[in-house]
């Protein structure tokens, strides 16, 4: 299984944009689905995660603005960003694990101009 990010880019603070992240195969129940971000000198850090039950989790930096969805029959998992901050900017990276699989996507860049 492969996964491949979509929707990222350049936007205003303030702005917002709709991550995606799609599985090449459907039906593969992945047990937690995870956003991260990777910025310049920082560490790799989690964004949100969601679970095969829709238990979700966010990063303390999001503080309301994230909200972290999947459609398992579109194998497909989303990330939608309200109210960007300059500090969001970074490459952003697909997860997704279930036993005996840890998937990442390749990412992609989203960058939040002042």
């Known amino acids: 299984v492969q996964l491949e990010e979509s929707g990222g880019g350049v936007v205003q603070a303030g702005g917002s944009l709709r991550l995606s992240c799609a599985a090449s195969?459907?039906?593969?129940?992945?047990?937690?689905m995870r956003w991260y971000r990777q910025s310049p000198g920082k560490q790799r850090e989690l964004v949100a995660q969601?679970?095969?039950?829709?238990?979700?989790t966010y990063g303390a930096f999001v503080r309301g603005r994230f909200t972290i969805s999947r459609d398992d029959a579109k194998a497909t998992l989303y990330l939608q960003m309200n109210n960007l901050e300059v500090e969001d900017s970074g490459v952003y990276l697909c997860n997704a694990w279930k036993p005996f699989n840890d998937i990442w996507g390749r990412g992609i860049q989203v960058t939040v101009a002042s």
């Open positions: 195969e459907y039906g593969s129940n992945f047990n937690i």
């Open positions: 969601i679970t095969s039950i829709d238990d979700m």
